[in-house]
């Protein structure tokens, strides 16, 4: 498991869906952006610390009825976003 991943442990839910996200660090994982193809993970650059209500969602195990999976999908990359930033500051990630 790399550093980043492991970087989610613990950590707050950057993907923060609205009347979804549990707010609970202890569910924390590392959620990656889909799209790399069966059984593969995207890069760790396209990924989110993510509760486990918000990662149910983004994986489509939950319909959560009150968003468009345009609209999941948009939260989700302004929750990579907020990771990357922090995974700028502690180092993880350089640019």
Do not use: Y
Request: net charge positive; glycine share 8%.
């Amino acid at each position: 498991m790399s550093k980043i991943r492991k970087s989610a442990k613990g950590a707050d839910c950057q993907v923060r869906l609205p009347s979804i996200c549990n707010w609970n660090p202890e569910t924390t994982i590392f959620a990656h952006m889909g799209g790399a193809g069966m059984g593969r993970k995207s890069s760790d650059l396209f990924g989110a610390h993510c509760c486990s209500s918000c990662h149910d969602v983004i994986d489509f195990r939950v319909n959560p009825k009150i968003f468009t999976q345009k609209e999941v999908h948009q939260m989700f990359c302004d929750g990579i976003f907020r990771t990357q930033q922090i995974l700028l500051d502690k180092g993880l990630i350089k640019i």
